[in-house]
């Protein structure tokens, strides 16, 4: 699976931002995309997942101004970001998770795109 992500760049704080991200390669297994971050000095967190079926879960530090959205027939994900704020400056990276199962068991993997840069300026 390989994830290209679009979209980051510089904004104002209380400014949106939307980002982009397609899959492509072999595969038909996708179960959930999403949205990690990595701001500088700290460890990857999760932003948004949006599994194939049930809830889009979202970091409490984004409710309510990020929506995360997907294209399933097309293997793409989306994060709108309103009222942007300087500590949601980061380094964005697409995330898809594939579960199979075959005659050895079941798997999960995930997948990581190179990452898009959010810079909100105060």
């Known amino acids: 699976v390989q994830l290209q992500a679009s979209g980051g760049g510089l904004v104002q704080a209380g400014g949106s931002l939307r980002l982009s991200c397609a899959a492509s390669g072999t595969f038909s297994d996708i179960s959930a995309m999403g949205w990690y971050r990595q701001a500088l000095g700290t460890a990857r967190e999760l932003v948004a997942r949006v599994p194939n079926i049930g809830t889009t879960t979202y970091a409490d530090s984004v409710k309510g101004r990020f929506t995360a959205s997907r294209d399933i027939a097309e293997n793409t994900v989306y994060l709108q970001m309103n009222s942007l704020k300087p500590e949601d400056t980061a380094v964005y990276y697409c995330?898809?998770?594939?579960?199979?199962?075959?005659?050895?068991?079941?798997?999960?993997?995930?997948?990581y795109g190179q990452g898009t840069l959010v810079t909100v300026s105060s």
């Open positions: 995330n898809a998770e594939r579960e199979w199962s075959d005659d050895v068991g079941y798997h999960k993997m995930k997948y």
